[in-house]
């Protein structure tokens, strides 16, 4: 994460007037990284400008009415909260992110939802109907 900072600063210097949004999508942090992403959202976010940040959580949250979809290691609802507390303070907007079923997989990869429920599995050419 030190190299984000460098990133954005040479990423927003070309800018003469500030944007309207100047935002960042970022992939949510793993349980044992929340300090450094609080830290990351109230000190590095404001120091640049970014006012809004796109947290991309899919399915590493700890999904209580489907547990079956949850993909390890997920982030309890108190650690949604801190993220969310930490955006607020620091006058960034926070826009959580889901990949919906055309992003269910990567390479030899498939994420919770397909893993749970294949029969939304759209990949074409793997079953005969599609």
């Given at each position: 994460?030190?190299?984000?900072p460098?990133i954005?600063?040479f990423?927003?210097a070309a ?11 970022l992939?949510?942090p ?9 830290r ?5 976010l404001?120091k640049?400008?970014v ?14 009415t489907r547990?079956?979809?949850?993909d ?6 108190e650690?949604?909260?801190r993220?969310?507390?930490a ?12 990949n ?10 498939t ?10 599995d759209?990949?074409?050419?793997k079953?005969p109907?599609n």
């Open positions: 994460m030190r190299l984000l460098a954005l600063a990423a927003f800018q003469a007037e500030p944007l309207p949004v100047r935002g960042i999508h992939a949510a793993r349980p044992d990284e929340m300090d450094l992403a609080l990351f959202i109230t000190e590095a404001p640049e400008g006012n809004t940040l796109v947290l991309e959580i899919n399915y590493r949250y700890r999904y209580t547990p079956e979809i949850v390890e290691p997920a982030l309890a609802p650690d949604l909260a993220l969310a507390e955006c607020r303070k620091a006058n960034v907007r926070l826009v959580p992110m889901i919906l079923l055309g992003h269910q997989s990567w390479a030899k990869t994420f919770g939802l397909l893993r749970s429920h294949p029969e939304f759209e990949t074409p050419g079953y109907d």
